[in-house]
T-cell receptor, first 113, second 114 residues
Framework: GENVEQHPSTLSVQEGDSAVIKCTYSDSASNYFPWYKQELGKGPQLIIDIRSNVGEKKDQRIAVTLNKTAKHFSLHITETQPEDSAVYFCAASLDNSGYALNFGKGTSLLVTP | GAVVSQHPSRVICKSGTSVKIECRSLDFQATTMFWYRQFPKQSLMLMATSNEGSKATYEQGVEKDKFLINHASLTLSTLTVTSAHPEDSSFYIC??????????FGEGSRLTVL
C-alpha cells in the first residue's frame, strides 16, 4: 500500500521566516495530495491541496509543490506568523480525492515572535 | 464557516458504558463519511468508512461490534463506542467527502473513559 513519509517532525522558525515541510510517497499512482493544519484540541483543517496534473499551487502565503518523478511534495509557508504554529499533516490518495487518504506522521511547527 | 459539525466535543464516561458521537455534514449531502482516531502526538488512523444506507466498512483491526457506525441520512453519521474501556480513550474525528473530492474534518470528540 501507499506509504507517506513526512519531515521534519518538528520545525521552529522565527516570525517572518519561511517554513518548508516535505513529504514523500511510495505509490507512483497517487494523484491527490492535501495538506492539513491541526491546532491543539481541534480537528484537522484543509489548507491546500494539489492534484497530479499540476506542479505547483499557491494560496496567499501558502504554496505546495509536487514532483511526480521524485514522488515528493512540499508545503511552503512564507512570512510566517505565530498563528501558523500548529501540527501540519500531508496526505496522499490514489483516488484523486480525499477518499482513502494515507497520512504522514505530522510536523509540529512553532513560530516564535 | 464549519462544513462538518461533531458533537459532543468532550465526553467522560465510566468503564463499561456506551458513548455516542454524532457527525453532521452542514454544507452538502454526504453519502460517504469517515471516522478517524488519533492518539496524542500521533497521526490520524482511519477506523471505518460510513456509507449512507448501508453497512460501514471497517479497517483491519477495528472491532465492528465495539465501534458501531450508523449512517441513516445523507447528513448524519454516528459512532457508538460500546462497553467503553480506558484504552478506548482517544480523540475521535469524523470527516466528510465533498462533491469535488475534498475531505473536511469535524472538530473532533475527546473521549475519556474512567
Amino acid at each position: 500500500g501507499e506509504n507517506v513519509e513526512q519531515h521534519p517532525s518538528t520545525l521552529s522558525v522565527q516570525e517572518g521566516d519561511s517554513a518548508v515541510i516535505k513529504c514523500t510517497y511510495s505509490d507512483s499512482a497517487s494523484n491527490y495530495f492535501p495538506w492539513y493544519k491541526q491546532e491543539l484540541g481541534k480537528g484537522p483543517q484543509l489548507i491546500i491541496d494539489i492534484r497530479s496534473n499540476v506542479g505547483e499551487k499557491k494560496d496567499q502565503r501558502i504554496a505546495v509543490t509536487l514532483n511526480k518523478t521524485a514522488k515528493h511534495f512540499s508545503l511552503h509557508i512564507t512570512e510566517t506568523q505565530p498563528e501558523d504554529s500548529a501540527v501540519y499533516f500531508c496526505a496522499a490518495s490514489l483516488d484523486n480525492s480525499g477518499y482513502a487518504l494515507n497520512f504522514g506522521k505530522g510536523t509540529s511547527l512553532l513560530v516564535t515572535p | 464557516g464549519a462544513v462538518v459539525s461533531q458533537h459532543p466535543s468532550r465526553v467522560i464516561c465510566k468503564s463499561g458504558t456506551s458513548v455516542k458521537i454524532e457527525c453532521r455534514s452542514l454544507d452538502f449531502q454526504a453519502t460517504t463519511m469517515f471516522w478517524y482516531r488519533q492518539f496524542p502526538k500521533q497521526s490520524l488512523m482511519l477506523m471505518a468508512t460510513s456509507n449512507e444506507g448501508s453497512k460501514a466498512t471497517y479497517e483491519q483491526g477495528v472491532e465492528k461490534d465495539k465501534f458501531l457506525i450508523n449512517h441513516a441520512s445523507l447528513t448524519l453519521s454516528t459512532l457508538t463506542v460500546t462497553s467503553a474501556h480506558p484504552e478506548d480513550s482517544s480523540f475521535y474525528i469524523c470527516s466528510v467527502l465533498s462533491g469535488t473530492g475534498e475531505l473536511f474534518f469535524g472538530e473532533g470528540s475527546r473521549l475519556t473513559v474512567l
